[in-house]
């Protein structure tokens, strides 16, 4: 029997896998699932559903699972790792608003925001034209723009840091009005 | 006498032309681009021909090297297909003073479609309807506002030269007209070389409906029904479908009699497409496209007729073999388009290589696609993928189609917007016909980037047995080794 915790969109789940059974957040589900090894396509019945699974594994336990038409990104430790990297995560999280990243590849068209601007969550940052379009980049959460990376013109790859944001003037300060 | 075809396109489009040129036994020249070596249209035509860098403006939208190539290849006609030089009267000369057949519409004709302002006053003189506007670009923002006041707000800014969406900016009051002029003349400048605006009143939720036409040189002229494509997200159509399901017979033929009237007026000749905004029982002509449309298929698995084939056969000189009388509508189609893009994260463009690719077959079903596995979408192109398209004896049954069909579509290596389409072939007012170009923001749920739990743990169950096999086939080698492969869990063993 291994456990395994499976990451998907913050929701963890624990699966075990037996040698004839399978459980998932402690229910007990009838799994089977075949491969030729070859390509990345899998059935899986469960119970008596099928489906077909295609996986792509990348890196350590990242895999890319596309079933019934949608695409999931999985993430799947075994007990003994997820323990340690509890334990060195622990110190680590992050503080204050994520950066604002290029969510595809493209060329800067418009730098909405500068160095000292509060913005708030969802307010559009940098205008990224790609595939002939223009694209609104917008805040995943409020914050202070601490330094903006990218100039007009400039062409950015993919999770490239365009902006980044550090948290609001603490509260009590009364010019939170941004 | 047409013997050869250089077809000046990428992409989807490519692939269809190579086809039709080739089921008439004729020679399919493609052409493409440094990041197209791979692409299918050039797998599957007769002959190929490097036009330059990936860069657009460097390849596909450059009239020097498509005519070169042309030259060297020694083709007897050239195809723009849609998008990049389609509409532009300049390439349609340029290609007749090579001495060599533009298949399309002339260029006279080209031109007074092309600019819409021009358009809006030719049809209001040949007494088609039009959405009331302006008829003259604006030069500055405060125009465009002077205007705007007149016709009262909204207003929708559209570029003089414009076409699927690029250029465009719905105003919902004056204080933002300035920074939507800027970007709607950006865009414009950018997607077609001309930053030229004008302004129309906003037509609150009308219903997208088009006619398809098609003439040939000896004054034969015949509409081939409409096309509804309401479903659209900022403009860019998403589902389209032949018939429409909310016109009435009577009005079908009066909108198809208006086409006609709108496609006589600038001597019309080849396939075209007179696009109408319908509003409570009234239409008002939005613009003609003077080339082959993206959603031609809806029209050919009604009518039975190979739009291509007749371009080709129009620009070789032949007659059309059918009169109006002869067009009958079977059953109802539907397409949806499959783009790499994120339908839950807003649409956003998706960009990497396609590492798995199974489009679905079986009755009624048409894939015409543009890619092929290995082949990287990156972001010079649009991100139209392929075209999915069903076709069955009713509309219903067509949704029935595109329905399993989407279930049986796969792609890996970038997201699509097939979960998009699927949601929508199950949402109620889709199903009954109530839609208009609304459609989206009234039913955001479709967008919603939740699923179903069922799904989640089915997900996760795959995850962890996949993993599982994965580690125990890549387990390091004990000396004894016992693990010889029959021990996996869940896994039983094919072959």
Not at chain 1, 25 to 31: F, P, R
Not at chain 2, 46 to 71: H, K, M, N, T
Not at chain 2, 246 to 255: C, G, P, V
Not at chain 2, 402 to 429: C, I, Q
Request: proline share 4%.
């Amino acid at each position: 029997m291994t456990r395994y915790f499976v990451t998907i969109d913050d929701r963890e789940f624990e699966v075990k896998v037996g040698t004839d059974r399978v459980s998932i957040d402690g229910q007990e589900l009838e799994v089977s699932i075949e491969s030729s090894g070859v390509s990345s396509v899998h059935s899986l019945l469960v119970g008596s559903r099928a489906h077909k699974i295609l996986g792509d594994r990348s890196t350590n336990g990242e895999w890319s699972i596309h079933l019934d038409g949608l695409l999931v990104e999985a993430h799947v430790l075994d007990e003994r790792t997820r323990a340690i990297r509890g334990m060195t995560q622990a110190n680590a999280r992050l503080q204050g608003p994520k950066p604002v990243v290029a969510p595809m590849p493209g060329m800067v068209l418009k730098v909405e925001v500068g160095e000292g601007d509060c913005v708030e969550s969802g307010q559009g940052i940098i205008i990224v034209e790609a595939m002939k379009m223009e694209n609104e980049v917008r805040a995943y959460s409020g914050g202070l723009v601490t330094r903006v990376h990218v100039k007009e013109g400039e062409a950015v790859e993919k999770g490239q840091i365009l902006v980044d944001l550090g948290p609001l003037k603490a509260s009590g300060a009364h010019d939170d009005t941004c | 006498m047409i013997r050869s075809v250089l077809i000046a396109n990428r992409g989807e489009i490519a692939l269809r032309i190579v086809r039709a040129v080739r089921d008439l036994g004729l020679r399919a020249i493609a052409v493409y681009s440094e990041a197209d070596k791979l692409a299918p249209h050039v797998l599957l035509a007769d002959e190929a021909y490097e036009i330059g860098p990936p860069r657009a403006s460097e390849s596909y939208l450059s009239v020097d090297r498509l005519i070169e190539a042309a030259q060297v290849a020694q083709a007897d006609a050239i195809h723009p297909g849609y998008g990049f030089l389609a509409e532009r009267a300049d390439f349609a000369r340029a290609v007749e003073g090579a001495g060599i057949i533009f298949i399309g519409p002339t260029p006279e004709t080209i031109a007074a479609m092309g600019d819409k302002t021009e358009a809006r006053k030719r049809m209001a003189a040949a007494g088609v309807p039009i959405v009331p506007g302006i008829t003259d670009p604006v030069s500055s923002a405060s125009e465009a506002l002077r205007a705007s006041r007149i016709l009262g707000f909204p207003v929708l800014l559209k570029a003089a030269s414009g076409g699927g969406g690029k250029g465009m900016r719905v105003v919902d009051r004056p204080g933002e007209l300035e920074r939507f002029f800027a970007a709607a003349t950006r865009e414009a400048e950018s997607a077609f070389g001309d930053g030229r605006i004008y302004v129309e009143s906003y037509v609150d939720r009308p219903r997208h409906v088009e006619v398809q036409i098609l003439a040939d040189n000896y004054g034969n002229l015949v509409h081939l029904g409409e096309r509804e494509c309401s479903i659209q997200r900022r403009h860019q159509k998403l589902i389209e479908e032949a018939p429409s399901p909310l016109l009435t017979a009577s009005e079908r033929s009066d909108i198809g009699e208006v086409a006609l009237t709108a496609a006589r007026a600038v001597d019309y000749r080849g396939a075209g497409t007179v696009e109408f905004l319908h509003h409570n029982g009234n239409y008002y002509f939005l613009e003609m496209n003077t080339r082959l449309q993206v959603e031609h298929p809806v029209t050919e698995l009604v009518t039975g007729i190979d739009l291509v084939e007749w371009q080709l056969r129009v620009a070789s000189g032949e007659q059309l073999a059918f009169s109006q009388g002869d067009i009958s509508l079977t059953g109802h189609a539907i397409e949806c388009r499959i783009t790499a893009e994120d339908p839950l994260a807003g649409f956003l463009p998706s960009t990497g290589t396609i590492s798995h690719l199974e489009v679905p077959a079986g009755l009624g079903v048409r894939w015409d696609g543009g890619v092929l596995e290995g082949l990287e979408v990156s972001r010079h192109y649009d991100p139209l993928l392929g075209k999915l398209i069903t076709h069955g004896p009713d509309r219903l049954s067509a949704i029935g189609r595109m329905t399993r069909a989407l279930d049986e579509l796969e792609v890996l290596g970038v997201k699509t917007s097939a979960l998009f389409h699927r949601r929508v072939m199950e949402e109620k007012d889709f199903i009954s016909g109530h839609i208009s170009v609304a459609y989206i923001e009234e039913h955001q749920s479709i967008l919603s980037p939740e699923v179903s739990e069922d799904c989640l743990v089915t997900a996760a169950v795959a995850a962890a047995l996949m993993e599982d096999w994965h580690r125990s086939r890549h387990r390091t080698p004990r000396l004894n080794s016992e693990n010889t492969g029959n021990r996996m869990s869940a896994w039983r063993n094919s072959g």
